[in-house]
Nanobody, 129 residues
Framework: QVQLVESGGGSVQAGGSLRLSCAAS????????MGWFRQAPGREREWVSV???????TYADSVKGRFTISQDNAKNTVYLQMNSLKADDTAMYYC???????????????????????WGQGTQVTVSS
């Protein structure tokens, strides 16, 4: 059984930085895509970024140039470095793993939460202006 545990959330002022971590346990195939999503109160869960098993990355326009997704395969951990944070980035952040496996860039379906089978419990990020 795959388990994902996020950490690293907190409160920060606008313009600040945080690094989120997602530690995975259990078997995850090499072709699985790992994604970060976020959900603010009263809003839909939205896709933030995704990384393939080979390290190819894609970002939502709202975070492009400010956030960086990366992974350490030896530690089974995915990271989300968040810089130049804005109040609009305030949300619960979740990491997730797809059930299907791809090789190369994670395709468009991985921008949908319905493509993901495994989810962490979330970590709260609060940005004050």
């Amino acid at each position: 059984q795959v388990q994902l545990v996020e950490s690293g959330g907190g409160s920060v002022q606008a313009g600040g930085s945080l690094r989120l971590s997602c530690a995975a346990s259990g078997y995850i195939g090499n072709g699985v895509c790992m994604g970060w999503f976020r959900q603010a109160p009263g809003r839909e869960r939205e896709w933030v970024s995704v990384i393939s098993g080979g390290g190819a990355t894609t970002y939502a326009d709202s975070v492009k140039g400010r956030f960086t997704i990366s992974q350490d395969n030896a530690k089974n951990t995915v990271y989300l470095q968040m810089n130049s944070l804005k109040a609009d980035d305030t949300a619960m952040y979740y990491c997730a793993a797809t059930a299907r496996q791809w090789y190369g860039l994670c395709p468009d379906p991985t921008k949908s939460r319905f493509e993901y089978k495994f989810w962490g419990q979330g970590t709260q990020v609060t940005v004050s202006s």
